[in-house]
């Protein structure tokens, strides 16, 4: 049964930093998709990072580009969110995904090309 465990939410001052994280169990596939979504309350589930299965290319929304970085440890398989200079307005349950058994040349955003979804983990950053 494959498990997607985020950790690493909590609560920030506006300009601080959360690291999240999220480990991937239950598979074998080597060829994977891995992102990050989120979802403000009263708003839809948006993506904002996702990396290519070998992990060349990412792609960022233009709300967090340059102030969030993704990355993958594929010997771990795990998936990370380094987020900095967080805002209010990045408040949210954050997401991540993975699709399994699926090469992505090219990171997507799309809900419907991933597969199995972790719990979420809250991030509040206040003013």
């Known amino acids: 049964q494959v498990q997607l465990v985020e950790s690493g939410g909590g609560s920030v001052q506006a300009g601080g930093s959360l690291r999240l994280s999220c480990a991937a169990s239950g598979y074998t596939a080597s060829s994977k998709c891995m992102g990050w979504f989120r979802q403000a309350p009263g708003k839809e589930r948006e993506g904002i990072a996702a990396i290519s299965t070998t992990g060349t290319y990412t792609r960022y929304a233009d709300s967090v580009k340059g102030r969030f970085t993704i990355a993958q440890d594929n010997a771990k398989n795990t998936v990370t969110l380094q987020m900095n200079s967080l805002k209010p307005e990045d408040t949210a349950v954050y997401f991540c995904?993975?699709?399994?058994?699926?090469?992505?040349?090219?990171?997507?955003?799309?809900?419907?090309?991933?597969?199995?979804w972790g719990q979420g983990t809250q991030v509040t950053v206040s003013s």
């Open positions: 995904a993975l699709r399994t058994g699926r090469w992505c040349s090219v990171p997507s955003f799309a809900q419907y090309d991933y597969n199995f």
